[in-house]
């Protein structure tokens, strides 16, 4: 069974104070890895895809990397902006469309 | 592009009611999904649809319906509400070659007494 572990469950920062996200997950095959991004009251809205170990994404203050079992998403010098909750998922391969979500990481960034 | 769009907003049911969610997107996307998203659980899938007449379940079916007649509109229907069914519900969408790249409705948020 496919499953994502993100850790912490919740991470207050400073303006300015960088930090990462873990994402942990087991699959049988990796498809890719999914990074969105999802503010309150609101859908989740696309970041980063990997797909390989090694590989790395950027977006702004946002950075994605990814090893055998788990990625990380690096924040660089944090705004208040960036404060929304994380979330990792996972697709195998295998010919299944369905993703396994991970329970997310909430984000708040005090000014 | 409106991208994709749900209706209704929130909506409260009593048990036993029945309602269907509206979801439709203008992207010309293949691939359409719902999803429950519950506090302390991640998103879970429920149906998803790979082509207008195609349909297949997720990971939680049960007590939902959907069907796809045409490429923008993918309703899910709830026959007999359930309070273990009051959560926010999200629609999302993605072109065939690009599966990881969804786009996600606002959400409806839906209430069973």
């Known amino acids: 069974e496919d499953q994502v572990t993100q850790s912490p469950e919740a991470l207050r920062l400073q303006e300015g104070e960088s930090s990462s996200l873990n994402c942990s997950y087991t699959?049988?095959?990796?498809?890719?890895l999914f990074w969105y991004r999802q503010d309150p009251g609101k859908g989740p809205e696309f970041l980063f895809t990997l797909y390989s170990a090694g590989e790395e994404k950027e977006k702004e203050r946002l950075k994605a990397t990814l090893t055998k079992k788990e990625s990380f998403l690096h924040i660089t010098a944090p705004k208040p902006e960036d404060s929304a909750t994380y979330l990792c998922a996972v697709q195998a391969t295998g010919g299944s469309y369905i993703p396994t979500f991970g329970r997310g990481t909430s984000l708040i960034v005090h000014p | 592009n409106a991208g994709v769009t749900q209706t209704p907003k929130f909506q409260v049911l009593k048990t036993g009611q029945s309602m269907t969610l509206q979801c439709a997107q203008d992207?010309?996307?293949?691939?359409m999904s719902w999803y429950r998203q519950d506090p302390g659980m991640g998103l879970r899938l429920i149906h998803y649809s790979v082509g207008a007449g195609i349909t297949d379940q997720g990971e939680v079916p049960n007590g939902y319906n959907v069907s796809r007649s045409t490429t923008e509109d993918f309703p899910l229907r709830l026959l007999s509400a359930a309070p273990s069914q009051t959560s926010v519900y999200f629609c999302?969408?993605?072109?065939?070659?690009?599966?990881?790249?969804?786009?996600f409705g606002p959400g409806t948020r839906l209430l069973v007494l």
């Open positions: 699959v049988s095959g990796l498809r890719g």
């Open positions: 999302a969408s993605s072109r065939w070659d690009r599966q990881e790249t969804q786009y």
């Open positions: 992207m010309n996307h293949e691939y």
